[in-house]
C-alpha cells in the first residue's frame, strides 16, 4: 500500500524537519524505504534510525557528521528529481527513485553503503531475526582454563617493564603459530595484541556486536570502495573466518622461486610446513551432512557441465554447524589461533598482554631490541627482547612501520597490496537449502582455478545474509520472504596486479587505496557468469547477482548479462585476504623482508605475517601464512640461541 506524500509547506527548503519520536525525517524514510517490511518480516523503523545513528556516532563522531549529510543529500537530491524531498514522497515514488538512484554513478555507491549499515542493524535486531526464522541460542557455561593465568590486561598491569627473548606483535595466523613455535623451543616469548580475548560464550551471533568488538574498520577506496574484513581480537581473523584450509598452490610457489631467485619457497621444502601445520589444525574435509544442501547444488550444477567439485578442507574437527563462523565460533570446533596455538605457548610460560597496543620499536645502534606500548588507559608498557616480531596483518603492520619510518629503505611498505577480491550470486531454488543451518564455505569447485577464480558455496546466518543482497526496498524483501530457499555461490577473484597500498591513517581509521582494473572486472563478471550457469544447471529459479543496479534474473537472461559491459563500481565487492604490504624478497630494493623474514634495515626486527606473502594466491590464505610462520621459526630460533 502506498503512503500519501507528506508536506511541509511552512518549511524552507533547506529544513529537513524531524518526526515526533526525535528521529530525523530523512533518515527514517531512507531506511523504511529501504527496508520496507512485509507481512510476517518488520519494516525499518525509527528504532532502526536510532540505533544505526548511535553506532555511527560511536564507530567515530567525524563519522557520524558525514552520516547525517549524505542523507541530507539524498534528500535534497531527491528535491531536484521530484520537486520535493525524499521524505515528502508517496511510498510508491519513493520505490522508483531508489532503483534509479541504484543505477546512477554518482548515488549508487554512497546508497550502497547506506543501505548495508541498515541492514545490518535492523537484521541483527531479536525480533526480527525471530520473524526469519532464527532460533534463539542457549548461553554457554563460563570457564577459566588454566593458561588463561598468563593473559594480563594492560590497562591494570603493574609489573613494570617485561624482559624476554622474543616479543610479538598480534596473535593471528603469524603472530600465534610464530609464537608457539618459539615457545616450544623454549624461548620466553611475549604476545602483544591490542584486541581483547574472547571466549566461546562470547560469540553470541550479533553482527553489529561481532563488527564493533572483533574487527578492525577497513575499506579499500578507488574505483570502487568496499570492506575488507580483517579481525582485531586475540586469534586475529582466524577467529572470525570459515576455516577454510588450502595450500598454496604449487605454481604460486613456483612463481615465488623466480621472483625471489631463490628456492627456498619450493613446493618441497614447504610441504613439511604444510604438514605440521595441518596435523596441529586437525584439517580435513568438511561434513557433507554439516554443509547441508548447498552441497548438492553445487554437485548437481557442475556435473551436468563436466567441472569438478568437492567438500572444502577445513580446520574444524567436529564442526557441527552452530553458528556463523565469521561471527565467531560457539563450539571451539574451529582450531583458530587463540583456541590452537595460544593455549600451549602460554602453558609453557609465554606471556600474553591484551588491549595493548604497540607504539615503537625500541632500536639500539641500529638494532631492534623491544617494543614501547600503550594501553587505551595511558598504561605504558615495554618489553625488552632480543627479537621483535611483527604480526599484526596486512594493514596493520605496514601503518606501525610507516608511523615510525621504519624498514622501508625499499620504499615498499604499504604496497604491492592484493586483495582478491571477491563477490557472490544468490539463487531461488523450489528445495529448501536452510544456508543459516550450515557450514558457511563447505563446498566449492577449483575448475577454473588456473584462470584465478575459485568458486565456492556462500551460506549466511540470517541477520547477515540479507546484506548479501545489493537490491533494497521490495527488490530485496522478495528473496528474504523466501530465505530458506535461497543458496548462493561466491567467486573469488586473484588480483590482476599488485596495485592496493596502505597510505596511512586518519584519527585511527587505515586509509587504503585500491583500483579494480579493467581485467579484474572482466575476470569477476567471468566468476559471476560461471556461478550463474551453475546454479542454472542445478534447478535455481531466479538469480540475484551481486551487481549495483540489478534487480532478479530469471534464468533465461543468464545471456543476456554476458552481454552487458560492467564498470567496477558496478560490482558488489568484499574482501577478506589482505596480502603483500611488506612483501619478501632477497633484494633490498624491492623487499622489505629477507627470507629469514628480518628486516633487510634493521637487524632484529622481523615480520611474520599476511603483509610478507606475495599476493595474489587465488585461495584463501590462512594456511599459507601459518605454513610460513612455521618456517619463520626455523630462521628466527638460532638467532636466539
Sequence with gaps: ??????????????????????????????????????????????????????????????LSTAWTAAHRALDAGARLRTGRPFHALSAARQQALLLQWQRDPLFKTPLSLISSVYKIVHF????????????????????????????????????????????????????GVVGHALAARGHAVVFVEEGQLYHRHSFDGSTVRAYERFYRPVFALGNASFPIFVGRMVGGSTAVNGGTAFRTPSSVLDRWCEETGSDALSPSRMAPYFDEV?????????????????????????????????????????????????????????????????????????????????????????RAVGLEAVAATGNRIRVRARAVVLAGGTISTPLFLLRQGLANGSGQVGRNLTVHPSAVVMALFDEEIRGFDHIPQGYGSEQFLEEGLLLVGAQASHNAMPSMFPSMGRRLMEPL???????????????????????????????VRYSVTPADVTRLKRGLELSMQMLVAAGARRLYPGVLGMGALEPHRVDEFRKMDLAASDLVLVSYHPLGTCQMGSDPRTSVVGLDHQAHDVPGLFIVDGSTVRGPLGVNPQLTIMAVAARAADQISPLLG
Design 481 to 511: 520472504a523466501q530465505l530458506r530457499h535461497v543458496a548462493g555461490v561466491g567467486p573469488l577473484a586473484a588480483d590482476a596486479t599488485r596495485n592496493g597500498r596502505v597510505w596511512g591513517e586518519v584519527r585511527g581509521v587505515p586509509v
Design 124 to 175: 541483527d535486531a531479536p525480533h526480527v531475526q525471530r520473524a526469519l526464522g532464527a532460533r534463539s541460542k542457549p548461553p554457554l557455561p563460563v570457564s577459566e582454563p588454566r593458561w588463561t593465568q598468563q593473559v594480563h590486561a594492560a590497562e591494570s598491569w603493574t609489573g613494570g617493564d617485561v624482559e624476554a627473548d622474543v616479543v610479538v606483535v598480534g596473535t593471528g595466523a603469524g603472530g
Design 278 to 366: 595441518e596435523m596441529h589444525l586437525g584439517v580435513g574435509p568438511s561434513s557433507r551432512r554439516h554443509v547441508g544442501p548447498i552441497a548438492e547444488v553445487v554437485q548437481r550444477g557442475c556435473d551436468a557441465l563436466g567441472w569438478k567439485h568437492g567438500l572444502l578442507l577445513r580446520n574444524a574437527p567436529g564442526c557441527e554447524a552452530s553458528g556463523f563462523c565469521h561471527l565467531g565460533c560457539r563450539s571451539d570446533a574451529r582450531k583458530s589461533t587463540n583456541v590452537s596455538y595460544l593455549p600451549p605457548a602460554l602453558e609453557r610460560g609465554a606471556q600474553l598482554f591484551t588491549g595493548l597496543k604497540a607504539e615503537r620499536v625500541v632500536v639500539e645502534n641500529g
Design 1 to 62: 500500500m502506498s503512503k500519501a506524500p507528506v508536506v511541509h509547506p511552512s518549511l524552507s527548503p533547506d529544513t529537513t524537519p524531524t518526526s515526533s519520536s526525535g528521529v530525523d525525517r530523512a533518515m527514517l524514510a531512507l531506511a523504511e524505504a529501504i527496508i520496507p517490511g512485509t507481512s510476517t518480516i518488520p519494516a525499518a523503523d525509527d528504532t532502526t534510525v536510532r540505533e544505526v545513528t548511535a553506532l555511527v556516532a560511536r564507530l567515530s563522531p567525524r
